[in-house]
């Protein structure tokens, strides 16, 4: 991590906050306005947030669902144990069909809303970077044809760019609404953006080779 880097986070209102609060990232006030703006979260939902780790986004989720509901973090890293009892975590890889095999064992019911704040492991080299995470969402959407309920929603971060227009044609084709937002957590100079999706019809998987 670079000295900048460091230096930035210490000025960080939004890094400040979570600690005072208990958040274990920023990340989770980027998840609380998305909610407040477009009512994503419900009590006794079923949630699944991949790319988890260290946990922001599965506080914020449980909390909103309540004891009726029920959040899964999925992340190639270990999560450290959380106290809510309504949140499972599973190391794994979105990618990996075995894995949605497992998570299907885990739920009773359809999954109501797909969180993804995921991103890869970056190389700064801007192609390489995009092709990867443009990899991961192609997983989640194959992940949402099989267990995302009919009327269901995912909120996936993308990064803004010429890429970007394709992937939202393939999204679009699987969603009745897709809006894009950039909530006020978010860096400033980053090309991060939220795809919004609701409405979900699901359809023919899309087996574009983003890797």
Known sequence: MSRRWRAERSKDHFHKMAKKLGFRSRAAFKLLEINKKFGILKRGYVVLDVGAYPGGWLQVASKIVGSTGLVIGIDLRPISKMSAPNVKTVIGDVCDESL?????????????????????????????????????????????????????????KAFQGEELNELLM???????????????????????????????????DINRDAA
């Not at 995921?118 to 390489?128: C, D, E, F, R």
């Not at 969402?137 to 909120?155: D, E, P, Q």
């Not at 953006?193 to 359809?203: A, E, R």
Request: glycine content about 6%; charged content about 25%; some cysteine.
């Open 100 to 156: 949605h095999d497992k998570l299907a064992s885990m739920i009773s019911r359809k999954i109501d809303v797909i969180l993804s704040d995921a991103a890869p492991k970056l190389t700064g080299v801007w192609s390489t970077d995009i092709a990867r995470h443009s990899h991961i969402i192609y997983c989640i959407l194959k992940l949402a044809n099989k267990l995302l309920r009919k009327g269901g929603t995912a909120v996936i």
């Open 170 to 204: 393939d999204i679009r084709s699987l969603f009745g609404d897709v809006r894009l937002f950039k909530p006020k957590a978010s860096r400033q100079r980053s090309r991060e953006v939220y795809l919004i999706c609701t409405s979900f019809h699901g359809g023919n």
